[in-house]
T-cell receptor, first 114, second 113 residues
Framework: GQQLNQSPQSMFIQEGEDVSMNCTSS?????WLWYKQDPGEGPVLLIA?????ELTSNGRLTAQFGITRKDSFLNISASIPSDVGIYFC??????????????FGQGTILTVHP | ETGVTQSPTHLIKTRGQQVTLRCSSQ?????VSWYQQALGQGPQFIFQ???????GRGNFPPRFSGLQFPNYSSELNVNALELDDSALYLC????????????FGPGTRLTVT
């Protein structure tokens, strides 16, 4: 079935550093999304991307929808302690007669040292 | 605006039993999706409901079933529980016009012993 390969699996960084993580697939998707999940909570939507090549920002977060429609990356600038959590990429081909099934990556565990 | 809520928060069941999990969608959202998240993994799509009917299903057996009610709330039922069903069950709601942007509830942690 469809799978998303997310890397790195985990990151240990100092407060103030920039972070980059990415997600690749062997299949084409028409939407890419990035979520953050804190312990004991559900994933929270950070950014949604709808067009190949699109670059979208949300505060210190920037994400891009790859031109081949098979990948996406997420950058976090000037990390702070509250950025700690698990970041998931997700992708979908919902639209028209196709229902909204999200396929998720395995997650990137981010630890920020003060 | 009310977010997605789920109940119960935690649940412990014995193998072979049946369980019902509940979800109230975000206000204004008419589509509900259910996901299973095993420890250390990303969520896996179970199924989606729209207009009280199943609108798509992932790779889960028929003992996983659901309902959606006229107020868009939803239930996930699992029969004949197995040990591998232990997981966090997440409900997500969205607008049918934009099924990609799904907003998740806090989840129900199910433990099967």
């Amino acid at each position: 079935g469809q799978q998303l390969n997310q890397s790195p699996q985990s990151m240990f960084i100092q407060e103030g550093e920039d972070v980059s993580m990415n997600c690749t697939s062997s299949s084409i998707f028409n939407t890419w999304l990035w979520y953050k999940q804190d312990p004991g909570e559900g994933p929270v939507l950070l950014i949604a991307l709808y067009k190949a090549g699109e670059l979208t920002s949300n505060g210190r977060l920037t994400a891009q929808f790859g031109i081949t429609r098979k990948d996406s990356f997420l950058n976090i600038s000037a990390s702070i302690p509250s950025d700690v959590g698990i970041y998931f990429c997700a992708a979908s081909n919902a639209g028209g007669t196709s229902y909204g099934k999200l396929t998720f990556g395995q997650g990137t565990i981010l630890t920020v040292h003060p | 605006e009310t977010g997605v809520t789920q109940s119960p928060t935690h649940l412990i069941k014995t193998r072979g039993q049946q369980v019902t999990l509940r979800c109230s969608s975000q206000s204004g959202h008419n589509t509900v999706s259910w996901y299973q998240q095993a420890l250390g993994q990303g969520p896996q799509f179970i199924f989606q409901y729209y207009r009280e009917e199943e609108n798509g299903r992932g790779n889960f057996p028929p003992r996983f079933s659901g309902l959606q009610f006229p107020n868009y709330s939803s239930e996930l039922n699992v029969n004949a529980l197995e040990l591998d069903d232990s997981a966090l069950y997440l409900c997500a709601s969205s607008l049918v016009a934009n099924q990609n942007e799904q907003y998740f509830g806090p989840g129900t942690r199910l433990t099967v012993t």
